[in-house]
């Protein structure tokens, strides 16, 4: 690289030319980090076994769990919004505050921005649940294959969850809390972050809109950026009511309660719980964090379209302007939706005892 000059946005700038400012720096090391991420991540990842070394990719992970980007992720809020009983959204509005606007659609993105921090490079991991599967051909995720760690978005959804009612914790750590919970069931609804071939899609290079990319940036933002310039204005506010109009009064009205359904297709029935209620009143009443029916059922049920659709990439020159992109338009609104909707249903049973839904 050469020392005098700098790449930003397809175009060599001469340093001698700009103000180094703290948010230009930041774009600069993010844009040069994000382009070697595939080349380094090839360093320390077995494609043979899907396996990482975890100290390394720890650190490497930051650029690789951006999650629905920030979009996605105030989209999710935003319909949770919707469908908030009164004690829950006192106790959003109450802790996010005028910083967030009192809603859970600005404090969505908060997460993938802290990790950039060397206070919290820890949660990285968090974001995400690696399946050891082999999509198209199976999909599948097991908390004990998959988690047996306790560092994955599973336990993280568990611990948070535990956190954010636990009155002995400060107001900052409660209000931390609630923007992990915001986030993470957010990400879950992802595809890509509950799936480890190709480090999640991340090394799977790619063409979207005319841009050299990969398949994990495509359905985080790459698609999303297509329709919702052409469909809603180029907002999440605009997106979000649009969706939350079509689960009160359109098409994802009867779908709904199965959304809210967490029963297990895997275990014995007198070994699985059957609700959002159970697993919060488990969770709550046991003062100990442990594996949750709900989370590990919408990982399994993202997981599935890494085998239905995600990953049949293969012969198009362009996904976000091919029949490609018509087919995962459908897949990630509803996948937004749902996980607003269960956002909101998650917080209502934490504050007011019962979904409300």
Known sequence: MRADFLFRHSTWIPVSSIEATPELEKEYLETYFSALLPFIFRLFFDKSRYKMNYFACSILAARSVRGWGAIGHETVGYVAMKFLSPKALSFVQSSLGSEYSESLG???????????EAAFSWSAPFHFVDAEDNPPTSCSVEQMRDCSSGTCILS?????????????????????ALKFI?????????PLHVEAVEVRGNDINAV???????????????I??????????????????ALAQRIQTGEFK???????????TTEPVNNRRRSIEDDINGLVSDATITPLECPLVW???SNAYDCSFVFSYTGFSDL????????????????IAKQGYRLAAWLNVLFDGSTGL
């Open 208 to 222: 979207c809109n005319g841009e050299r990319t990969n398949l994990h940036a495509v359905w985080d933002s790459g």
């Open 106 to 116: 600005p404090a969505a993105p908060w997460a993938d921005d802290v990790r950039f």
């Open 299 to 301: 990982a399994r049920e």
């Open 320 to 335: 976000c302007t091919s029949s490609y992109a018509t087919g995962a338009q459908p897949i990630i609104e509803e996948q």
């Open 254 to 264: 009867s779908l709904t309660s199965t959304w809210l359904s967490c029963s297990s």
């Open 156 to 176: 993280a959804i568990a611990n948070y969850t535990a956190r954010v009612v636990d009155t002995s914790l400060s107001t900052e750590q409660r209000q931390e």
């Open 182 to 190: 915001d986030h993470f069931i957010g990400d879950i609804g992802q």
């Open 224 to 241: 999303i950026n297509i329709f919702l310039k052409a469909q809603y204005s180029n907002s999440a506010i605009v997106w979000a009511n």
